[in-house]
């Protein structure tokens, strides 16, 4: 038992899980003695799980699937957006325009939707134009972190095997570097999913359990909302897992 309390102790699956289900009992036993009184702040496991029930009947597989729909269709276009700017960013004439990306990521988002609705009248393209916009500055400057961090012995090997420098590109930081890009996407996609909540409650003509959030939110039914906020956090840690499993799948030999 003293063992789990020493810094840096290496611990098996076992007991991992142990402590992690440890934690978790312990979390629900307080929900509940917290929420056991006449008055609580935090709703109880039996409204959450009316919540549940009454998401459910309103068509939340659908909601949840509007929303999978725009999380996919932005990362995917700020991914191609975002890729492009971080492989033109070693040649000098169009390295400015890249790095002139990144910063945007400085903009405030309201300011930046405020904009596009200007520009585009439908609902769902608005959704994903403020988050493919908003997502390519973030993606684009930890993709061109990650071309900065190769080590120059790499460069250097493939000027030895009298590549040119048009194949340097291809093969050292397209080729080289797909498992690094995999791993980008997945740490942006939690930014991807939080946002999206976000956008779907300005936009709500296209639903979504953004939608679903702020009408739970007006009529202050706090059942409905941790309800929706759990499912929000499960589908998360899914998607984080899931192209975690397909990025060590297809690139065995990548960084742990």
């Not at 030895?160 to 093969?171: D, S």
């Not at 296209?206 to 409905?224: A, H, Q, V, W, Y």
């Not at 956090?233 to 799948?249: H, P, Q, T, V």
């Amino acid at each position: 038992m003293i063992k789990y309390f020493i810094p840096f102790e290496k611990l098996s699956k076992i007991n991992s899980t142990f402590i992690v289900m440890a934690w978790l009992v312990l979390l629900i036993a307080i929900w509940f003695i917290a929420t056991s009184g006449q008055k609580h702040l935090f709703p109880s496991p039996s409204q959450v799980l009316t919540g549940f029930t009454e998401l459910y009947k309103e068509g939340l597989v659908v909601h949840i699937f509007n929303s999978l729909k725009l999380c996919f269709v932005s990362i995917f276009l700020a991914t191609l957006i975002s890729l492009l700017f971080a492989y033109l960013w070693p040649i000098p004439l169009l390295k400015p325009v890249s790095e002139f990306i990144t910063k945007f990521r400085f903009l405030p988002f309201t300011g930046l939707s405020f904009y596009i609705t200007m520009v585009i009248h439908e609902a769902r393209m608005m959704q994903v134009w403020i988050l493919v916009i908003f997502l390519t500055t973030f993606l684009t400057t930890s993709l061109i972190a990650v071309v900065k961090d190769i080590p120059q012995e790499e460069f250097d090997h493939a000027k030895m095997l009298k590549c040119t420098r048009w194949e340097v590109l291809w093969q050292v930081i397209i080729l080289g570097r797909l498992d690094y890009v995999i791993d980008v996407i997945r740490q942006n996609l939690a930014i991807t999913w939080m946002m999206l909540v976000t956008v779907e409650s300005i936009v709500v003509a296209s639903g979504g359990l953004g939608f679903l959030i702020k009408n739970s939110d007006k009529f202050m039914n706090t059942g409905r909302i941790i309800a929706l906020q759990i499912i929000i956090l499960l589908i998360g840690l899914g998607l984080d897992s899931g192209i975690n499993f397909l990025r060590k799948a297809l690139f065995r030999y990548s960084k742990i």
